[in-house]
Nanobody, 127 residues
Framework: QVQLVESGGGSVQAGGSLRLSCAAS????????MGWFRQAPGKEREGVAA????????YYADSVKGRFTISRDNAENTLYLQMNSLKPEDTAMYYC????????????????????WGQGTQVTVSS
């Protein structure tokens, strides 16, 4: 059974940093995509960042480019999201996802086409 467990969320002031982790068990993702998504209250879940194959292909939402970095440790089966220069609008529940079933990575890696989802970790950024 696949399990994804996020950690690393918390409360920070604007301009601060957090590093999210997603520990995966029951799943080997070295040849597929994994992603980070977020959902703020009253808003739809949106793609933040995705990483495909061995980590050679990464995709970011425009709103986080230059501030967030996605990475993966295949040996440890762990996905990371380094978040710098955080803004209040980054406040949301963050989810990791695995087992992409879409087509084009470039066009769809940040969509919701993943079979497995974690329970989420809350990130709150105050001004």
């Amino acid at each position: 059974q696949v399990q994804l467990v996020e950690s690393g969320g918390g409360s920070v002031q604007a301009g601060g940093s957090l590093r999210l982790s997603c520990a995966a068990s029951g799943y080997t993702y070295s040849s597929n995509c994994m992603g980070w998504f977020r959902q703020a209250p009253g808003k739809e879940r949106e793609g933040v960042a995705a990483i495909c194959t061995g980590g050679g292909s990464t995709y970011y939402a425009d709103s986080v480019k230059g501030r967030f970095t996605i990475s993966r440790d295949n040996a440890e089966n762990t996905l990371y999201l380094q978040m710098n220069s955080l803004k209040p609008e980054d406040t949301a529940m963050y989810y990791c996802a695995a087992d992409f079933y879409g087509g084009s990575w470039y066009n769809e890696a940040l969509t919701l086409k993943y079979n497995y989802w974690g329970q989420g970790t809350q990130v709150t950024v105050s001004s």
